[in-house]
């Protein structure tokens, strides 16, 4: 069973950039499709990116392409989001999902 834990999350100003980092564990990275989402409270689960097995195809949600990068390192185990000039209406806990599993989440504030 694949177990995720996302880190990175913090508090910015708007128009600064953040990089979250999940690291995933119990299942061969490789074979995984990942995806990015974020939640605020009150609110359902909203898709923000995803990263094909090899890394070679992604996907965004229409608000967050150009801004938003999300990559893999298939050696260290891990999917990175950079997310660059953020909005204060991004202030969301950002969850890292994959084979039907999420992670605990990293809060991101993004306030002046």
């Known amino acids: 069973q694949v177990q995720l834990v996302e880190s990175g999350g913090g508090l910015v100003q708007p128009g600064e950039s953040l990089r979250l980092s999940c690291a995933a564990s119990g299942h061969t990275f490789s074979d995984l499709a990942l995806n990015w989402y974020r939640q605020a409270p009150g609110t359902g689960r909203e898709f923000v990116a995803a990263?094909?097995?090899?890394?070679?195809?992604?996907l965004y949600a229409e608000s967050v392409k150009g801004r938003f990068t999300i990559s893999r390192e298939n050696a260290k185990n891990t999917v990175y989001l950079q997310m660059d000039d953020l909005k204060t209406n991004e202030t969301d806990i950002y969850y890292c999902?994959?084979?039907?599993?999420w992670g605990r989440g990293t809060r991101v504030t993004v306030s002046s």
């Open positions: 990263i094909g097995r090899r890394g070679d195809s992604t």
């Open positions: 999902g994959a084979a039907s599993t």
